[in-house]
């Protein structure tokens, strides 16, 4: 059973094609897309080695002309540098404008793939085969591409759409645990701030933390429901004017939380998790949504593996002046996004730092 | 007195101000545009020697905080390396998304700002201040920004717009007269592709070959006329899918003669004064347009003092191998961009060889 998420935005559409067991005929899927006969693929050693031999035949029986280009695992990766070589192996193989990069990774890649898509004769085609769980439900999803700076992240890059993603689950069986969990905690996390179903369906699981302990089908309908939660909110707002903001739930506290480890002790999905913990907590230290909630939110990131609470050498007076660092922070005041029922959220502009301060100080392990 | 050209694409719009002898008002028109307080310029040693002091004190007095970059001039450092110093500056002066990159050159320097404001933070505001006649007239408008690719030009991009462009047309007074020239060559395109009246005004002047022999007002209406020309058309097509195809009116022969001559006797306005005159010749055979108005396109050629006639050191078929090279043939027919009329011009997707070849010997330097 495969799933067909529509995305109309102001100025162009695609599909997102959520089809389980059926990487091998990923090829048929581009045809009707009016392509280019050259595809190049991007991916990397670790993802390519599982997968690319199937993506390469399917393209080749459908009728293109395929090359690949691999660029090493790692965020180290995502640089400027790695574009440049994309340049040279799109013009070695004369790439044009009606040709077509395609994406066969997780986030670094499909970011990577979409930035070099964007800029090569100012725009070629772009396809997304997200393999990873957080690529699959974020970050194939809404047109951000880009590379890091040397000196942060995600700085140099474009709005640039998809032609296509063509999502196959069954290749999270592949994907380490810890990648797999970090992609829940987004999925988690639309459950939170959009989509109340998805939130029970995630209720009615045993465990959240592999693919191994959730049903097939259930988890074609986790990854489908958080597309549609990604893709609503971002039609709404393409280029990040007003409501996109939300999807940035757990991720204040998550960001701070991530440079002051210095993006090695927990990963991205683990401080979402425990942004999403904090936020809650605030909401109700507020009084804009109910201990029982944020309790059987705090339910689900267990469910996942998840940490809710984090170690208390990190003081609290520092993770405050991190926020104040954080692009969150307007003239002083630090913004969240609080939660007030079930699948909806607010943004609230101005949280004073006493009601952070003593949330943080509640949540530490003791 | 100053024009105002209004802009209205699909998804934005701006404005082209032509305003003689106020480069010292930039600061002030940029008031009106919410733009935040950092603006950063970039330009080059030679053109910066000329301006800068007078840009950014206006900028300055109009309440910006103002960072300056200089690349060294010339098309050799149009590169992904000069854009990657621009982040770094970016970075240095922690632009926001709100902030400003100004251009204050010519068409190098224009593409490369462009480029770098569109994929910094994902697209900061970008304004062009076009020192060049051929900046003014073309490169500044249309949204097309980037870099070149060690082995070929343009081929790294983006279509990027402008939040205005700022023309003082005074700063000619330095540009080098070969620059002046090259600009003209598009000046007089503008006149047979799209405006007849520009096409008499320019008739109406006794010399077209520098700023010192032509009347000020009647240049300043050259340029708003060229701009709105080049504005027309790209409004109409801004992803270049259809007419702005008529843009390459004499570039077709023009490009494959700059590239014949190592990009070095022959500079681009040069060559597409040339172009015109071989188009003009084939419309001609091919019945088109009349002889007597292809004197008319030829005598503005030379009050411009450009070339219609090239060295007979290159040969005919040569020419002709380099046409196939070029992106504007389609499936081996030659595609040829020829006028009908004074004004107006067609799109002829198959110009046989046999013709080509006839004029190009007619038109050579005996
Ligand atoms: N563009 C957006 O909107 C957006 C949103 C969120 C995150 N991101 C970006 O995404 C990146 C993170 O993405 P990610 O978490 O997918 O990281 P990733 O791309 O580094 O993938 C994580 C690891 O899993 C491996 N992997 C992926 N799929 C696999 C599979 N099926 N089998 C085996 N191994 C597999 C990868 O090789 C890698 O080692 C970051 O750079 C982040 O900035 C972008
Ligand atoms: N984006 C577009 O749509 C578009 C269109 C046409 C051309 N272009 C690009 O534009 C570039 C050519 O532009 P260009 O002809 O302006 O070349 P340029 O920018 O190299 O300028 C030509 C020379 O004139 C100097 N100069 C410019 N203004 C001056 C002034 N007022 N006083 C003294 N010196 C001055 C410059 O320093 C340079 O040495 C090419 O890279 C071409 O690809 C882009
Ligand atoms: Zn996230
Ligand atoms: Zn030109």
Redesign the pocket.
């Known amino acids: 059973m495969s799933s067909i998420i529509d995305v109309t935005l102001p100025h162009t559409s695609y599909n997102i094609v959520i089809s389980p067991n059926t990487l091998e005929d990923v090829g048929n899927h581009l045809t009707s897309l009016q392509l280019g006969k050259k595809i190049l693929v991007i991916s ?1 050693p ?2 390519f080695n ?2 690319g031999e199937t993506v390469i035949n399917s393209l080749n029986k459908a009728g293109f002309k395929v090359f690949y280009h691999l660029i090493p ?3 180290t990766y ?1 640089t400027l540098e790695s574009i440049s070589q994309v340049y040279d192996v799109a013009l070695k193989h004369r790439l044009e404008r009606s040709s077509t990069l395609l994406a066969l ?7 990577m793939t ?1 930035f070099a898509a964007a800029t090569w004769l100012r725009g070629i085609n772009f396809v997304q085969v ?6 699959m439900v ?9 590379v ?1 700076h040397p000196q942060g ?2 700085l140099i890059g474009a709005f640039y759409q998809p032609r296509l993603v063509f999502i196959d689950p069954m ?6 645990i810890r ?1 797999f969990r ?2 829940m905690a ?1 999925v988690i996390k639309y459950g939170v701030i959009w989509d109340q179903d998805l939130f029970q369906q995630l209720e009615a699981e045993k465990k959240l933390d592999s693919l191994e302990n959730i049903d097939l089908e259930v988890m074609d309908k986790i990854i489908t429901k958080s597309c549609q939660a990604k893709v609503d909110v971002v039609s709404q707002d393409e280029k990040e004017a007003g409501i996109r903001a939300i999807l940035n739930y757990g991720h204040t506290i998550g960001h701070a939380l991530e440079s002051l480890t210095g993006y090695s002790q927990i ?3 683990e401080a979402v998790a425990i942004g999403m913990a904090v936020a809650g907590k605030i909401a109700v230290k507020l009084g804009m949504w109910q201990e029982g909630k944020t309790e059987r939110q705090d339910n689900l990131i267990k469910k996942a593996a998840l940490p809710s609470t984090f170690d208390n050498k990190l003081k609290s007076p520092e993770i405050l002046d991190s926020l104040q660092l954080d692009k969150k922070v307007k003239a002083g005041k630090v913004r969240f996004i609080l939660p007030t029922d079930i699948g909806q959220v607010e943004i609230r502009e101005s949280i004073s730092s006493e009601v952070i301060t003593t949330v943080l100080e509640e949540i530490k392990i003791k």
Chains 1, 2 share one sequence.
């Open positions: 990397n670790e993802v599982h997968y695992a790692g965020e995502k990774g997780g986030g670094v890649i499909g970011d979409g997200p393999t990873s769980l957080l690529a974020d970050a194939s999803m809404g047109g951000k591409t880009g890091n992240k995600n290749v999270l069986k592949t994907l380490p990648e970090a992609g987004e990963n991205h999905g």
